[in-house]
């Protein structure tokens, strides 16, 4: 494991059609040691997680041209992004919406209007399990490995 992978700055992919909302969250984010990068809709959202994975999503639900859900469903059925973190931001309160963002694989929730405190706290907590998540999987490749290199 290098220092680089240890010490890197995390990457939060902030995702809201509505430029008001980006802006306020991206100004939020700028009290933690982070780079935030904006995209506007679904599509855009998926082209950036695929050329270069972020290590959080803070996800709006309601857009146009795809929905908070799909693009949830379609970072969690993707091996290779499946295990990002998507804070989905919502304005949505009623039970079946809070099903559907589970069923599409979101790992937590920050309602709209959007506590500062709550949502820096809900991305310091997901950041920090993605980085002893990352660590574990860098630690258990490393341990395969010796157990190979000790059969031969």
Same mark, same amino acid.
């Given at each position: 494991?290098?220092? *680089?992978?240890?010490?890197?700055?995390?990457?939060?992919?902030?995702?809201? +059609? $509505?430029?008001?909302?980006?802006?306020? =969250?991206? /100004? %939020?984010?700028?009290?933690?040691?982070?780079?935030?990068?904006?995209? =506007? +809709?679904?599509?855009?959202?998926?082209?950036?997680? /695929? *050329?270069? !994975?972020?290590? @959080?999503?803070?996800?709006?639900?309601?857009?146009?041209?795809?929905?908070?859900?799909?693009?949830?469903?379609?970072?969690? *059925? +993707? !091996?290779?992004?499946? +295990?990002? !973190?998507?804070?989905?931001?919502?304005?949505? $309160?009623?039970?079946?919406?809070?099903?559907?963002?589970?069923?599409?694989?979101?790992? #937590?929730?920050?309602?709209? !209007?959007? $506590?500062?405190?709550?949502? @820096?706290?809900?991305?310091?907590?997901? @950041?920090?399990? &993605?980085?002893?998540? #990352? &660590?574990?999987?860098?630690?258990?490749? %490393? =341990?395969?490995?010796?157990?190979?290199?000790?059969?031969?």
């Amino acid at each position: 494991m290098t220092e *680089n992978q240890e010490n890197k700055t995390p990457k939060i992919l902030v995702v809201d +059609d $509505n430029q008001q909302n980006l802006e306020l =969250l991206q /100004a %939020y984010l700028e009290d933690l040691e982070c780079e935030s990068i904006p995209a =506007l +809709d679904g599509p855009q959202a998926l082209e950036i997680i /695929a *050329n270069d !994975p972020p290590d @959080l999503i803070l996800l709006d639900v309601m857009m146009p041209k795809m929905s908070g859900f799909e693009v949830c469903r379609r970072i969690k *059925n +993707d !091996p290779n992004t499946a +295990d990002i !973190p998507v804070i989905m931001v919502t304005a949505l $309160n009623e039970l079946g919406d809070i099903e559907r963002g589970i069923d599409s694989g979101i790992d #937590d929730f920050v309602s709209k !209007p959007v $506590n500062k405190l709550e949502l @820096l706290t809900r991305v310091r907590t997901m @950041l920090k399990l &993605k980085h002893l998540s #990352d &660590k574990l999987e860098r630690t258990l490749a %490393y =341990l395969t490995e010796i157990e190979k290199q000790a059969r031969t």
